[in-house]
């Protein structure tokens, strides 16, 4: 679910016309494939200080964009990393891939018109 209440602040703050957005949203749609990979690298590896950092930047990232259902996933996530849960975080990080991949649809799919 993407916060629409975040993306206007964001326009606002910006004092912009859909581009800046637009390019925002490339990057987030590019990067959190990426980081993604990382996280499942690192449950691979059982590196939770790893997985901590790729959840983190997801949390975040996800957060800015207004995607909070995908930043609430990242945060479980980076929790279970914190705790060193890491049976528990392959269900959660496969949450948080489908939660990522529908707000880079649904953040895809809003236009930004002046």
Do not use: C, W
Not at 24 to 52: E, F, G, H, N
Not at 100 to 107: C, G, K, M, S
């Amino acid at each position: 679910m993407i916060n629409e209440t975040v993306i206007a602040v964001l326009r606002a703050s910006l004092s912009d016309d859909g581009s800046i957005i637009r390019q925002l949203i490339s990057l987030y749609a590019k990067d959190s494939p990426r980081l993604l990979t990382d996280a499942a690298a690192a449950l691979d590896r059982q590196d939770a200080a790893m997985l901590k950092r790729a959840a983190h930047s997801l949390k975040s990232t996800s957060s800015s964009m207004g995607a909070t259902t995908a930043a609430e996933a990242a945060a479980e996530l980076e929790q279970l990393s914190v705790q060193n849960d890491l049976a528990q975080a392959a269900p959660a990080l496969q949450r948080l891939k489908l939660e990522v991949n529908t707000a880079i649809a649904e953040l895809s799919r809003m236009t930004f018109g002046a």
